[in-house]
């Protein structure tokens, strides 16, 4: 926000709490039974509910004073220091920032999932579903078993049907969605695989001149040559 649109943002705060104090101190409010106290009432909550929206556009730039009760109140917007907060406004043109990026917060190891989280969100970007999830450690049953569930940060996002993960220690781009039928995919080392089975998979492997390992790139196989290959006209599209 330029420093232009922060002025604009205090003249509003400060005409919106102008109109506040006038709809608060008329004298119809006394009498609660009377129609017009009812409407004043109203008036008071659609104003204060401007409030909230408008506060949203402020990043609490001049920091926080502490009013009479002790409390830290931002000293542009007035909203409570580390208060929760409902809404994002987004500018419309430009970049896009929602939160910071978050680690694991604790080298504890928590009893259940549910007290390890530390953010779960998730967002619809232009037809891009995009989730991060960060947990610290946890103990988890499997099989019977209990098995202590690393700290992680994990981003999975899909796009026209692929799916690409990424937590602490691996990359992952999956191009079908898992069958749930026919269980987990195997896998393995390209050394381990026979030549054979290597020539059908579209990968190249890059790597720089002191050959040392860079990316992968995934040629992803397109629908029609799929539809040529097996003779069929009638191609099911798995949507997500
Ligand atoms: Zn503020």
Same mark, same amino acid.
């Given at each position: 926000?330029?420093?232009?649109?922060?002025?604009?943002?205090?003249?509003?705060?400060?005409?919106?709490?102008?109109?506040?104090?006038?709809?608060?101190?008329?004298?119809?409010?006394?009498?609660?039974?009377?129609?017009?106290?009812?409407? !004043?009432? *109203?008036?008071?909550?659609?104003?204060?509910?401007?409030?909230?929206? $408008?506060?949203?556009?402020? &990043?609490?730039? #001049?920091?926080?004073?502490?009013?009479?009760?002790?409390?830290?109140?931002?000293?542009?917007?007035?909203?409570?220091r580390g208060a929760d907060e409902y809404w994002l406004l987004l500018p419309r043109k430009g970049n896009k920032s929602i939160g910071s990026k978050?680690?694991?917060?604790?080298?504890?190891?928590?009893?259940?999932?549910?007290?390890?989280?530390?953010?779960?969100?998730?967002?619809?970007?232009?037809?891009?579903?995009?989730?991060?999830?960060?947990?610290?450690?946890?103990?988890?049953?499997?099989?019977?078993?209990?098995?202590?569930?690393?700290?992680?940060?994990?981003?999975? !996002?899909? *796009?026209?049907?692929?799916?690409?993960?990424?937590?602490?220690?691996? $990359?992952?781009?999956?191009? &079908?969605?898992? #069958?749930?039928?026919?269980?987990?995919?195997?896998?393995?080392?390209?050394?381990?695989?026979?030549?054979?089975?290597?020539?059908?998979?579209?990968?190249?492997l890059e790597y720089d001149r002191h050959n040392r390992f860079v990316g992968v790139?995934?040629?992803?196989?397109?629908?029609?040559?799929?539809?040529?290959?097996?003779?069929?006209?009638?191609?099911?599209?798995?949507?997500?």
């Amino acid at each position: 926000m330029k420093k232009d649109d922060r002025t604009v943002l205090k003249r509003e705060l400060r005409r919106l709490w102008r109109s506040m104090d006038f709809v608060s101190r008329n004298p119809a409010l006394n009498d609660e039974n009377s129609p017009e106290s009812q409407i !004043f009432a *109203e008036l008071y909550q659609q104003l204060g509910m401007l409030w909230e929206f $408008l506060g949203l556009q402020c &990043r609490h730039w #001049d920091g926080y004073r502490k009013n009479r009760s002790g409390t830290m109140l931002c000293r542009i917007c007035g909203k409570l220091r580390g208060a929760d907060e409902y809404w994002l406004l987004l500018p419309r043109k430009g970049n896009k920032s929602i939160g910071s990026k978050t680690m694991p917060t604790s080298d504890e190891t928590f009893p259940h999932k549910r007290a390890a989280v530390v953010l779960r969100d998730s967002i619809n970007f232009h037809g891009v579903h995009l989730t991060v999830d960060v947990q610290n450690a946890y103990r988890s049953r499997l099989l019977d078993r209990d098995i202590t569930i690393a700290s992680d940060r994990i981003v999975h !996002f899909e *796009e026209s049907g692929v799916e690409c993960m990424s937590d602490t220690h691996t $990359l992952r781009i999956r191009l &079908r969605a898992r #069958d749930q039928k026919s269980g987990l995919p195997y896998g393995a080392f390209p050394s381990e695989l026979p030549r054979k089975l290597i020539k059908q998979f579209p990968i190249l492997l890059e790597y720089d001149r002191h050959n040392r390992f860079v990316g992968v790139t995934i040629f992803k196989p397109s629908p029609g040559a799929r539809m040529r290959a097996s003779g069929k006209m009638k191609v099911k599209r798995r949507d997500r």
